[in-house]
């Protein structure tokens, strides 16, 4: 998405203000609002319509191209995809004080944890096991001081007594949930699931339109990519790496057909100009990692690729990639400070 298409969503104010508004620099999922970006329906043939749409969802811009032969079960297809969409941004919006994840941060425990959230929990524990705790959802603690420390007339990092306290609260391990309760062991603990509940969103819109019946799509929800399938000269989809120093000189470019990519990066979410302290925290010493600009993860779902993403990028950039290597299925794209880039064993460009 162009900086004048922001602006004409916007009614022309600064880009930053823009994402201040949305929400994405309270670095968490914001309401749904169905603002249509655009909307295109494209008749190739008379057995092969293209359909596609953007809107702003999740603090972020959605778009969605499916091809089908009937125009209409796209277009229904899409409709239910973004009601999805919707739904479960609403019940994980943790600054919505009336959401189940709302209610935990405030409460320190939930008896009755929704579907939906105990899946995103469940496999962000999985993720902060297995990244040797890279990943690590118990960090609002530190996104919230560094809010805090950086708003007002006269902002300033945390001092040092500050970041020791706050991360006495940072531990997954110290999460319980079982069944449908969860509880978080340590007073003042709180979760931030945004690291992982796009991607999960993405593959639940996914899951929509495979439902009902399209077989060939591509979401792309801010860096967060679902395809399925083929585009319309039967080709795989080609995604392009988002880059980092928004030139449009894509780090590199890949072909999908069925399975997920996210990207994770400094350069969208910050609190400070410049930019040390963002949304990307590393749950050890609670600083943002400054090794990597960005950092590209395939998967087979895109719940897996985000979460996979922030881990990458908290870890040095060559434990990452040995980290990536590990992992069946998936594959990784490292762009280092300075635009140096480093890829995984079967990283395979367009």
Not at 154 to 172: C, W
Not at 200 to 221: C, M, P, Q, T
């Amino acid at each position: 998405m162009m900086e004048k298409d922001i602006k004409r969503l916007s009614g022309g104010m600064d880009r930053r203000n823009f994402l201040k508004l949305s929400g994405i620099l309270g670095v968490g999922l914001t309401a749904a609002a169905a603002i249509p970006a655009s909307a295109e329906t494209v008749k190739f043939d008379r057995k092969l319509y293209k359909v596609s749409e953007t809107r702003l969802a999740m603090g972020t811009f959605v778009s969605m191209t499916l091809l089908h032969t009937s125009r209409d079960q796209a277009e229904a297809a899409m409709g239910t995809a973004f009601e999805e969409i919707d739904r479960l941004t609403r019940d994980m919006n943790r600054f919505d004080r009336s959401t189940a994840v709302a209610q935990l941060n405030r409460e320190g425990q939930l008896a009755d944890v929704p579907p939906d959230m105990a899946n995103v929990i469940k496999r962000a524990l999985a993720h902060h096991r297995i990244s040797n705790g890279a990943f690590d959802i118990s960090v609002k603690p530190v996104v919230d001081l560094f809010k805090n420390r950086f708003s007002g007339n006269k902002p300033s990092p945390p001092t040092e007594k500050e970041m020791r306290e706050t991360l006495r609260l940072v531990d997954a391990s110290r999460i319980q949930l079982a069944g449908n309760s969860i509880l978080l062991k340590k007073p003042g603990m709180g979760i931030t699931l945004d690291g992982i509940a796009k991607g999960y969103i993405v593959d639940k819109a996914s899951e929509a339109l495979s439902g009902r019946g399209i077989e060939n799509f591509l979401i792309n929800a801010g860096g967060d990519i679902r395809t399925s399938g083929r585009r319309q000269d039967g080709k795989p989809w080609t995604i392009a790496v988002q880059d980092p120093r928004k030139k449009q000189r894509y780090p590199d470019k890949i072909k999908m057909m069925d399975g997920a990519i996210a990207t994770s990066g400094n350069y969208e979410v910050y609190f400070d100009r410049e930019k040390m302290f963002h949304h990307i925290v590393n749950p050890t010493n609670g600083f943002s990692p400054n090794a990597s600009a960005s950092v590209s993860v395939l998967a087979e779902t895109a719940m897996d690729a985000d979460a996979l993403s922030t881990s990458v990028f908290v870890m040095r950039p060559e434990k990452g990639i040995r980290f990536v290597n590990s992992l069946p299925g998936c594959e990784c794209l490292v762009v280092k400070k300075g635009n140096r880039k480093m890829r995984s064993a079967g990283w395979k460009s367009a």
